[in-house]
């Protein structure tokens, strides 16, 4: 595989978003952007562990996309042609919850980022 803008957008824009993620669990007042805008605000303790498992999928993902995309972990490289399909797909999933979701700040802003994810996601897979 050639090195392209792909995968750079990808782990890019999911660090930011582990950033987020962490800031979440943390304490940070963003409830409003996260989770359909259900707790705005500081999420509640029981639900900032959902934020830290967010997290870990989302590094877990970049690492399929940079391994896919031939940039670490070699030996994975074959496990990562298929494991990529699953970050798409939960990729497609993630654009149309972000697209529907009752907080219009986390349709402005994860809406583009997620579209921009699967998009990367896509063409690292398909390339």
Avoid at 45 to 50: Q, S
């Amino acid at each position: 595989m050639t090195l392209s803008w792909a995968p750079w957008v990808y782990t890019t824009l999911a660090s930011l978003a582990v950033v987020f993620q962490l800031g979440l669990a943390i304490g940070m007042p963003w409830g409003s952007v996260a989770m359909g805008g259900k707790y705005p605000g500081r999420f509640p303790r029981h639900v900032r562990g959902a934020a830290v498992v967010q997290a870990l999928i989302l590094v877990a993902f970049g690492a399929i996309v940079l391994t896919r995309a031939e940039l670490i972990l070699p030996n994975w490289l074959e496990p990562s042609t298929i494991a990529v399909w699953f970050v798409v797909a939960l990729g497609a999933i993630s654009v149309v919850l972000n697209l529907t979701t009752p907080s219009k700040w986390e349709r402005r802003i994860w809406g583009p980022a997620t579209i921009m994810m699967l998009l990367s996601s896509l063409a690292v897979a398909t390339s």
